[in-house]
């Protein structure tokens, strides 16, 4: 076989060999169960969103609250804030309001991914992917309203307010850390395990004289202690510099 013949049998292999591969991919589609599982093809049906959420949202306010956390007007801001971001130009998407009420049952619940997709009937893969992606746009567009760094003005309020409510001068804030409860990583030993037997990330945050917060540090192991953490977090090193606009 000379130099050309070989070639030319080579190519005809590798022809051959991606038309197996080809088949077998199509092979692998035709034999699956079905295309959408049955349960979800009854979303109109029965799915959260097309019936209880409708309902709870027009007719039952106390339990709506309870059911995402806000108000019906807080939610419709929130909706009108964050629609520009979610939508989708695949016509199968689920439309903005529908992610971002999943997403937020999940935040008001922390119930398992496995039970928020059975409840709007879609895929576990679906619910992880709308919540992945919404919270972060959540983020984007409330933080500089919302927790925006206070002005010099800001905090002298701030100070007023806890001695004339809480009869605390001179203070601009009250930490704490609140540990938020997570599945450890893998590979990662002890730096989760905390003082209550489980694992966690904690949210270190100030809040002023009306519970609100103006600071917030998140994502420290929950395996440091809270002045561990305090120290090593940009707001101690704000502080430092003096860089947070608090007054002298």
Known sequence: MDDDDFFIFTVLQLCLLALLQKRNRQWKWLNRRWWVRPINVARPLYGDYEHLFQELRYNDKDIFFRYVRMSRETFDLLLEMTKPFLIKSNHRAFIPEQRLTITLRYLATGDQILSIALAFRCGESTVRKIIH???????????????????????????RGFLENWNFPHCV??????????????????LFFNYKKTFSIVLMAACDHKYMFTLVDIGSYGGNSDGGIFTSSDIYSALQQETLNIPP
Do not use: R
């Open 173 to 190: 804030g009250a930490f704490d850390g609140k540990h938020v409860e997570i599945q450890a990583p893998p590979n990662s030993g002890s």
């Open 133 to 159: 992606e919404t919270c972060p746009i959540i983020v984007k567009v409330l933080q500089p309203i919302y927790l925006c760094l206070p002005t010099e003005e800001k905090w002298k309020n701030i100070c």
